[in-house]
């Protein structure tokens, strides 16, 4: 008998796919999608079925769903209408590792109308066009990382801070987290104990922004997934429990030349050792920042994380290593003569878990590229406290009512959007307030606790 007869016949998708994801028969690929509760959605296909063509049924109304799955009223879109997921499969990703889970494909899917033209609803579609606009109109290419801090919620005994004993109180599930996001090639970098009693982070290493949007998405689905095998819950919410300590989803980017790679924020000279065109983004961020809260914390509960002296933020400034700053020039490692030039780079820490990432990242892009269109002045380097400042830190807004109204408002943050992928947006955001606003602030945290 020959070889060929004895062996399992080589996938057809295994010619296109990664090399790093090599599915065997039977096993399922899951085609992705965030949506604007940043919940994370989609459809499986068996393996053998897969195709460089196959895409997958969606309806627009999908995107009117809020973090407790139900579709909200009052959105453009009703029952008839449909789109594809198109699956990116350069985006694909396979986990083994996942405990009391078969071996799964994840392919990152684009929403498209059914002539495969991007749809304007998709946020991963928003973000590509986005770097794409980057690219064409500054020559700019961004590389990021998304960091997410977490509680584990199945244990009664606090931890103590960055603690060893927290670190061990948890496994195996730090270690297999790590391992499972390495097989996927979303790089991890950290497992740390937080601060906060029972808090986790985990980061990974940057990578382009469409892929750091999707290794975002990684993350979180993956720590899900393995306290879930572990029949543990944990929680991502932005405040677990009220007058407790916060977890935030911070974004860390750099802005490079397309053409040499080279870094553009690096500037020995300058305040920050931030370059001129870095510090005009910057200004771009801060200015828009009011009117983007909406978007980057997007829950009820996340004004109990938006406050001073929480180490997350309440006012809009560019801070140097201040970790109270919405945006922060982040330190360099200089141990051993290490070059700070291609390591300088921002952190954006207002965000949280219920930003759907792709537009979390994508804002930021396109409110660093009003910096430059609108020839902002650089923005101030602030050096400790804010209100050192020289010109006084925009406030951000208290409450999600507040946030929404700013984002309506504002006729440049608006015209970022399609006007039905915005209205879709209040509506699902409001419908959320009606829900959650009037609750007291420990039964917010109770009910998030568990959407997230
Ligand atoms: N937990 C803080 C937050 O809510 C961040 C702490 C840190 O600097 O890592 O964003
Ligand atoms: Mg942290």
């Given amino acids: 008998m020959s070889n060929e007869a004895t062996s399992t016949p080589e996938l057809r998708c295994h010619e296109w796919l990664p090399s790093h994801v090599r599915p065997e028969s039977g096993e399922l690929a899951f085609l992705a999608t965030s949506d604007l509760a940043a919940h994370t959605r989609g459809r499986a296909v068996?393996?053998?079925?897969?195709?460089?063509?196959?895409?997958?049924?969606?309806?627009?109304?999908?995107?009117g769903i809020g973090p407790s799955g139900h579709i909200t009223d009052e959105i453009p879109f009703g029952s008839s209408g449909d789109l594809r997921l198109l699956p990116d499969f350069d985006s694909a990703v396979r986990t083994t590792a996942i405990p009391g889970q078969p071996p799964l494909t994840i392919v990152f899917a684009d929403q498209v109308n059914t002539d495969g033209t991007p749809w304007h609803g998709d946020a991963r579609s928003f973000l590509r066009q986005t770097i794409a606009e980057l690219s064409a109109d500054f020559g700019i290419t961004v590389n990021a990382a998304f960091e997410h801090e977490f509680n584990d919620l199945g244990n009664a005994k606090p931890t103590q801070p960055f603690s060893l004993l927290a670190h061990r109180g948890l496994e195996p599930i730090g270690s297999e987290v790590m391992a499972a996001?390495?097989?996927?090639?979303?790089?991890?970098?950290?497992?740390?104990?937080?601060?906060?009693?029972?808090?986790?982070?985990?980061?990974?290493?940057?990578?382009?922004?469409?892929?750091?949007?999707?290794?975002?998405?990684?993350?979180?689905d993956t720590v899900s997934a393995v306290f879930a095998g572990h029949d543990r819950d944990v929680t991502f919410s932005p405040v677990p429990v009220a007058g407790g300590g916060g977890s935030g989803v911070h974004v860390h980017f750099g802005?490079?030349?397309?053409?040499?790679?080279?870094?553009?924020?690096?500037?020995?000279?300058?305040?920050?050792?931030?370059?001129?065109?870095?510090?005009?983004?910057?200004?771009?961020?801060?200015?828009?920042?009011?009117?983007?809260?909406?978007?980057?914390?997007?829950?009820?509960?996340?004004?109990?994380?938006?406050?001073?002296?929480?180490?997350?933020?309440?006012?809009?400034?560019?801070?140097?290593q201040n970790r109270e700053a919405l945006l922060r020039i982040v330190p360099t490692n200089e141990i051993g003569g290490r070059d700070p030039r291609p390591q300088l780079h921002f952190e954006f820490r207002g965000g949280d878990i219920g930003a759907n990432p792709y537009?979390?990242?994508?804002?930021?892009?396109?409110?660093?590229?009003?910096?430059?269109?609108?020839?902002?002045?650089?923005?101030?380097?602030?050096?400790g406290d804010p209100d050192s400042a020289?010109?006084?830190?925009?406030?951000?807004?208290?409450?999600?009512?507040?946030?929404?109204?700013?984002?309506?408002?504002?006729?440049?943050?608006?015209?970022?959007?399609h006007p039905e992928l915005l209205a879709t947006y209040l509506a699902v955001k409001r419908a959320e307030i009606a829900e959650f606003g009037a609750l007291e602030p420990a039964e917010q945290c109770s009910a998030y606790r568990t959407i997230y």
């Fill in 181 to 220: 996001l390495a097989e996927m090639n979303a790089e991890p970098e950290n497992w740390l104990p937080e601060y906060t009693p029972n808090q986790f982070e985990v980061t990974v290493s940057p990578a382009p922004a469409l892929t750091a949007a999707d290794r975002a998405v990684l993350v979180r």
């Fill in 390 to 417: 020289q010109t006084p830190p925009g406030q951000l807004p208290t409450s999600l009512a507040d946030a929404l109204e700013l984002l309506e408002n504002d006729d440049v943050v608006r015209g970022w959007f």
């Fill in 359 to 383: 537009l979390l990242l994508g804002i930021l892009l396109k409110a660093g590229m009003e910096g430059l269109r609108q020839g902002f002045d650089p923005a101030e380097v602030v050096v």
């Fill in 255 to 320: 802005l490079n030349d397309d053409a040499t790679g080279e870094t553009l924020v690096f500037d020995a000279d300058r305040p920050g050792r931030l370059s001129e065109l870095a510090g005009r983004f910057a200004a771009g961020i801060v200015r828009y920042a009011p009117s983007l809260t909406a978007i980057f914390a997007p829950l009820v509960v996340s004004y109990q994380r938006l406050r001073p002296h929480n180490w997350s933020t309440a006012a809009s400034f560019l801070g140097l």
């Fill in 46 to 63: 068996r393996v053998e079925s897969l195709s460089q063509t196959t895409s997958c049924g969606w309806v627009p109304a999908n995107l």
